[in-house]
């Protein structure tokens, strides 16, 4: 770099890209790729070293921000002007293949950071392990044949119908005591949360039910079990594995249950970029010492004012300055020789500073103590040693 043949390509991982030519020979390198619906893990692998491991960690926020864009483009509608229902304008109607927000963010983000991998490395072969959920037999071990396609609500016109014979009838928490007979279906997580699904409704009588609102009374319910992952799994896994064959010339898919026998058989501890290494094959090869952790981070909040107004008929703004004193929100930043990034900001110029594991480093950080690293960037990515110590 001092005699001017090599740049800087990015900090994180360290790369530089030679300005002469070179030769073309590049050793096999086999990237394992542990998939999952809450966090990826990656482990690039030869035959005798592991050159590249990472976790990331992908959004989970997308489906409770859809809901809040849906409640307030409807209050908004309401508010300005009457407009009447519209019902051949889904999406689905329109496009093949169409896949919800939440789960096109997964797919695209397994694809974004493989792609990142092969900007730095020589990628010879991708192994992917991918795993399929029968969330019918989860629920029902016994399930068999044509009991598939008759699913807990045949028979019934309506969800609401059927949780009301379910809970035969009767309030679930007072049990008839309070001699209500006008009976109402609760949501045990908020709709945003838990969904529509019958294990997140129960039967209330209309006493309880207005009780609980006010705050009067708790509820003692069984929480409801999400499948939400095992279901993102199921649907992504066939997403991501056809759209790396168009991309990348060796792709081949791997199971579950055969990482674990490797893992086990190998002595290796159970975390998603120990998987990772075991999915690349390469098991003689030197374990590396560092790994970078990555997130995904939303940059950018679309929502211009609060819902609610102030006096007066005002509205708050609910967007902060872009840029407080030449610094940004998840800008990565050095403050007295630790490295860590900009989780909150305000405008007299002290800063929210933390890990990517939400560890903190300073509530209130001043501007003027503070060495810009790094823009934002969709994906934030920080070195780690094995031992969990950050690395400069």
Request: some cysteine; charged content about 30%; aromatic content about 10%.
């Amino acid at each position: 770099m001092k005699d001017g043949k090599a740049k800087v390509v990015r900090r994180t991982p360290f790369t530089i890209q030679l300005l002469y030519d070179s030769p073309e020979y590049t050793q096999v390198i086999t990237l394992g790729v542990d998939a999952g619906s809450k966090v990826v893990g990656l482990s690039a692998t030869t035959e005798k070293k592991e050159l590249f491991v990472s976790e990331i960690t992908l959004r989970d926020d997308i489906p409770e921000l859809l809901s809040t864009r849906r409640q307030n483009r409807r209050t908004r509608r309401n508010r300005l002007r009457y407009r009447m229902a519209r019902f051949l304008n889904r999406t689905t109607s329109k496009k093949e293949g169409w896949l919800a927000p939440s789960v096109k963010h997964k797919v695209d983000s397994h694809l974004k950071v493989i792609e990142n991998v092969h900007r730095i490395l020589p990628i010879s072969r991708i192994v992917i392990e991918t795993a399929s959920f029968d969330i019918q037999k989860i629920r029902n071990p016994e399930i068999s044949g044509r009991e598939y396609q008759q699913g807990e609500q045949l028979g019934f016109w309506n969800t609401r119908e059927y949780v009301l014979w379910r809970d035969k009838h009767e309030c679930q928490h007072c049990h008839g005591k309070s001699k209500d007979r006008v009976l109402n279906v609760h949501y045990k997580e908020s709709r945003k949360t838990g969904g529509d699904s019958p294990g997140n409704l129960v039967t209330l009588c209309e006493t309880c039910h207005k009780s609980h609102h006010a705050g009067r009374i708790q509820l003692k319910l069984t929480p409801n079990k999400s499948y939400r992952d095992a279901s993102f799994m199921g649907i992504m896994r066939w997403y991501v594995y056809n759209s790396l064959q168009k991309l990348y010339p060796d792709v081949s898919m791997t199971y579950g249950y055969i990482t674990k026998n490797n893992r086990i058989r190998n002595n290796i501890e159970k975390t998603h970029s120990a998987d990772a290494y075991c999915i690349s094959g390469n098991f003689n090869a030197i374990r590396s010492n560092e790994i970078y952790n990555q997130a995904f981070k939303r940059k950018h909040n679309r929502q211009i004012h609060k819902a609610n107004f102030l006096k007066g008929g005002k509205k708050k703004l609910n967007q902060s300055a872009y840029e407080v004193k030449g610094f940004r929100l998840f800008d990565h930043v050095r403050y007295r020789d630790e490295e860590c990034f900009i989780f909150g900001k305000r405008t007299s110029g002290y800063f929210d500073l933390r890990k990517l594991d939400g560890s903190v480093v300073h509530r209130s950080a001043s501007f003027k103590e503070l060495t810009l690293l790094k823009r934002q960037s969709t994906i934030l990515i920080e070195r780690k040693g094995c031992n969990g110590v950050l690395l400069s």
